[in-house]
Each structure stands twice: as C-alpha cells, then as structure tokens.
C-alpha cells in the first residue's frame, strides 16, 4: 500500500475590497491565488506562483512574478495590463495613475488601463495633484502634466506640494512657493513650508532653523519663529504647533488658533475628530475644539475612518459615537481591538478576539487561540482559527470552487 503523503498548506484570506477578495493557497511548495466575489464564487484563477494580497480601491490589482522580484498590473477581473516589468507599483491610485518604478529603477507614471502616461526614464518623482506630478532628471527637480509636458523646467534641487496652484520648491537649499508656471510666489527663504492655503486666503506653517511660525499666502509671517513642533493633523487645513512641551490647534483657513497651548497629547482628525490627552484624562475634540466628553474618560481610542471611540473607565471599557453619545456602556473587561461597519472585535488579556455588534450582541463567540485579520470590510471578516470570512451574523462564506489539489 502507497505511503500517503502529507501536505503542508497555508491559506491566506484577504479583505474585501468593492465586494471582490483575494485568496493566496500555498501547498506543496506552490502559491495559487483566487479572485472571488463576495458570493464567494471564483472569477479568476492566476496562473501558479503569482502572488498578490489586495485589490486598489480602482479596482486594478498589482501581481508579483515567482521570485518576487517584479511587478505588473492587473484589472478585477483577472486580466492582465502590463509586462512583469515594474520593480514596484507605488502607494494607492491618485488621480487616475499610480507612480511606478521599473526594473531600472527608473520612474514614471502608469495609467489603470496599464498605459505608461509618463515613461519610466526618470530618476525620482512622486503623484499626481491637481493634474502635474513632481519628477527627477538627473539632480534637478521639475513637473510634468498628464501627458509627459514639461510644465516647470528642471531647475529645482526639490519639489513637493501642489495645493490650489501653489507649489513648494526647494533653491539653493531653501523653500519657497511657485505657481504651474514657474512665477515665484514667495521668495526661497524657509526651511520647511508646510502648504495649505485656499485661493482667496489662508496661511501655512513654515520653518527657519529649529523653530516654526506660521505665514500668509505671499510668505508673511503671522505668527513669530516660537514654536517647537508641527504637525497635520488633516487635510483641510488643521494643524497642530507646540511650544513648552504643550499642543495647540490652528486653523489655516480662519488664520488663528482655535484652542490654547493645553494639551499634552493630540493625534490626527478622522470623522471630524481628533484624540487629545490633558494630564491622565483623555477626550476626542472635534475641528470647533470642542470636547466630546469632558474629559471625563481616563482614556478614549478613535478607530479611523469611523464615527467610533472606545472608551476605557475604571479599568472597563465601552463605546460612544463621534457626538458623545453612549453606545456601549464602560461595563467590559475585555477591550475593543477593532471597529468598523458597525462591528466590534474585542480582545481579552489572552489575546482570544471574539465579535459583537455596536449594541452589544455577541455575534461570533470567544473561542480560545481565535484571532481575526483585521476588521470588516465589505461585510466580512477574516477568522484564522476557522479560516474563512464571516459576515456580520457570523455565518461562513461558502466558497463555491476547490482548492489545487
């Protein structure tokens, strides 16, 4: 009787993105990857030892060959865009083109449809914004537009920012502001210039030396080299300064602070708010400065791109939304690992997760060693201990096609 052979296989369930996943299956010394849509049916099949994780939020999928050492671009369903030809695909989609490098590790731009918009003959750049993007030749920084114009020559040491027209270029080793054609704005003399300005007003934070200040649209200082730290904390134009080991919120487009130099921790908004800490007592401000709780928390966690925070009282945790109103009383022992779509993964001191909805309803319950990738996305989450996705009344997605043999 033959000797039956025994396998070792790892699958790998990655999130949901537009109701389409990828599934990577190792066995037997081989990588299969599966797209599949949120019915759990399979749409493509990727040839043996591709490899890839996740789908662009422009639904176009970024494929590494065998030995990882190069890249192509993908559409959603399966069909392939461009040559292994890329040494990496860079970031997310911004405006409708990803900044790629090639096996040269030469720059340029390359549409969803996989058309190289910009050719890779460049040595740095970075994305689109507002229809130019920044890109090196040489030791000299320039712009180019959507179709590969020159729009500012190559005669910066450095170029950064593009917002309502307005550029950060670096000369002779400092910064200062040009427009898309190459007028000076304001004169290179910052050492940093962090750029938010609206057309009609607005100011920015700037640097000379150590220290920041804050100036308006033509390079004018408005509030004086004092403060020790910066930091954006979105992008509507909030940013946060700090003099005397304390924090202070400023508003670009009102030109003034809106809160005083109080606080001793501040994070970045999401959800239109913001986790600050004053002593031992935590809170959540929204962009008016306004605590949501009064600071009557001893700590509170905003789960990003969510209008929920934990909340942790007496060692005990529970949920409020982003207006401060209780979801969730702090009754818990365990506390909330992650949030989103309205579902909670909670975590004990064993590190065992187990899910409930935002009313308290356990929905998948604690199992020991149970651990999940992440949160939910596009109404599923990923178990590792009953590999697979689960929706949100915890029934298992049934896939509808086999693993390689």
Not at 12 to 30: C, E, L, P, Q
Not at 241 to 257: G, I, L, M, S, T
């Amino acid at each position: 009787m033959a000797e039956k052979k025994h396998y070792i296989t790892e699958t790998t369930y990655n999130s949901f993105t537009k109701n389409k996943a990828i599934i990577r299956d190792w066995r037997n010394g081989v990588t299969q990857c599966y797209l599949i849509n949120a019915d759990g049916e399979l749409i493509h099949k990727f040839k043996p030892n591709l490899w890839c994780d996740s789908i662009e939020d422009d639904n176009v999928i970024c494929v590494h060959n065998e030995d990882l050492t190069a890249e192509a671009l993908f559409d959603s369903n399966g069909k392939q865009l461009t040559d292994f030809k890329y040494r990496a695909i860079c970031g997310g989609v911004e405006e409708g083109f990803f900044e790629v490098r090639d096996i040269g590790n030469k720059y340029g731009h390359l549409s969803l449809t996989g058309v190289e918009v910009v050719p890779c003959v460049y040595d740095d750049g970075h994305h689109f914004e507002e229809g130019i993007a920044p890109i090196k030749l040489g030791d000299k920084w320039g712009v180019v537009n959507h179709r590969n114009e020159t729009v500012i020559p190559f005669e910066y040491e450095d170029i950064c920012w593009c917002n309502n027209n307005r550029i950060t270029a670096q000369l002779n080793g400092k910064w200062g502001i040009i427009d898309k054609f190459n007028n000076k704005l304001v004169d290179f003399k910052f050492d940093e210039i962090w750029l938010y300005i609206n057309r009609d007003s607005g100011s920015m934070p700037i640097k000379i030396g150590e220290k920041y200040g804050i100036a308006d649209i033509y390079g004018n200082t408005l509030f004086d080299f004092i403060y020790e730290d910066c930091k954006n904390l979105n992008k509507r134009g909030i940013f946060a300064f700090k003099q005397n080991d304390k924090w202070a919120v400023y508003n670009c487009e009102q030109n003034q602070f809106i809160s005083d130099f109080i606080y001793d921790f501040i994070d970045m908004y999401s959800g239109g708010i913001c986790e600050v800490k004053i002593g031992e007592k935590s809170d959540c401000i929204d962009l008016y400065n306004t605590p949501i709780s009064d600071f009557y928390y001893d700590r509170v966690e905003h789960f990003y791109n969510t209008n929920l925070v934990a909340i942790y009282k007496d060692g005990k945790c529970g949920l409020m939304n982003a207006g401060g109103k209780i979801l969730i009383e702090p009754e818990y022992d365990d506390f909330i690992k992650y949030a989103s779509e309205n579902m909670l993964v909670m975590e004990d001191d064993n590190y065992t997760q187990y899910v409930m909805d935002i009313e308290g309803n356990i929905v998948i319950p604690k199992q020991e060693h149970q651990r999940f990738y992440g949160s939910y996305s596009c109404g599923y989450i990923v178990s590792r201990l009953n590999s697979g996705y689960y929706d949100k009344q915890g029934r298992k997605l049934e896939l509808k096609f086999n693993f390689m043999e």
